[in-house]
């Protein structure tokens, strides 16, 4: 194996779990709470015949990102 320096880390997973939790302390349950209500969203739109007014919709978006590349 190589030596790859005098102890120097490229990951360190302490440093950055004490960083996440510093982040994630300021919205409990944010990600959550996001996640359940696009979940409902999802089921409530993917119904029989409802997603179809969707499609304009994703039409445009994919134009925009189209036009919005480097």
Known sequence: MADWGTGRRTWDAAARRAR????????PDFGRA????LRN????DTGPGRLLPWLPVAFG???????AAD
Do not use: N
């Open 41 to 44: 969203w999802v089921i409530a």
């Open 61 to 67: 978006l994919g134009i925009a990102i189209y036009f």
């Open 20 to 27: 996440t939790l510093v982040w994630a302390g300021s919205f």
């Open 34 to 37: 996001t996640a359940e209500r």
